[in-house]
């Protein structure tokens, strides 16, 4: 597809739990950010990855949460030992280069129970 | 930290009429932003505005950019009900990749 594609669009998972959020970059982006939505807010940055490095993953909450990207196109967020105050709709952004227009994905909603 | 801040967050619209959108910001900024999105919706691009003075139009909505005051403001025109979303502006730092978005203001147009 034209855009960016992130799956699931919808997850579920207990409290405790494994979950990886998946995002496809529109082709031909070399940076991809992920952002953290939380309801009534606004969009919260996570991480940033030029190529296939994570050049800043300064917003990440804690240790639980890791994200890579190893081929430079597909990322994947990576949340371990799953809380409740983790839910929230985590959205991918993908761009050409550094500092040009952001396009964002539809977003993977995340529920923990 | 770049803080932003929106008001209203919440705006009542009747149809017809005109209203505006506040976002201020804390520093110097060289990007801004403003998204639609609607409700299980991922963020619509609006406008990028890039330079003091900048201002877009496009159909009902209009933006426009002082970066000497750090204020943006979204201007709507006789407001219609398909203009009921969220918006948000979202501003970057000089030479910065990261975004820092606003809270939001949850527009509803009555008839």
């Known amino acids: 597809g034209a855009g960016v594609s992130q799956t699931p669009s919808n997850k579920v998972t207990e409290k405790g739990k494994y979950v990886e959020l998946r995002c496809d970059p529109i082709?031909?982006?070399?940076?991809l950010y992920w952002y953290r939505q939380s309801l009534g807010q606004g969009p919260e940055f996570l991480i940033y990855f030029q190529g296939t490095g994570a050049a800043d993953d300064s917003g990440l909450p804690n240790d639980r949460f890791f994200a890579v990207r190893p081929e430079g196109s597909v990322s994947t967020l990576k949340i371990q030992r799953t809380e409740r105050g983790d839910s929230a709709v985590y959205l991918c952004?993908?761009?050409?280069?550094?500092?040009?227009?952001?396009?964002f994905g539809q977003g993977t909603r995340l529920t923990v129970v | 930290e770049l803080k932003v801040e929106q008001n209203p967050l919440f705006l009542s619209m009747q149809e017809g009429k005109n209203y505006t959108i506040y976002c201020n910001y804390s520093t110097t900024s060289d990007r801004l932003y403003w998204y639609r999105q609607d409700p299980g919706k991922s963020l619509e691009s609006l406008f990028v505005?890039?330079?003091?003075?900048a201002v877009k139009q496009e159909g009902r909505l209009m933006a426009s950019l002082d970066t000497k005051a750090r204020l943006s403001t979204l201007h709507i025109t006789a407001a219609v009900h398909d203009l009921s979303a969220t918006y948000f502006c979202?501003?970057?730092?000089?030479?910065?990749?990261?975004?820092?978005f606003g809270a939001g203001t949850t527009v509803t147009v009555r008839a």
């Open positions: 505005l890039l330079s003091n003075g």
């Open positions: 952004a993908s761009s050409r280069a550094t500092n040009t227009e952001a396009f």
């Open positions: 979202a501003v970057a730092y000089l030479n910065d990749y990261k975004l820092s």
């Open positions: 082709s031909g982006h070399t940076a």
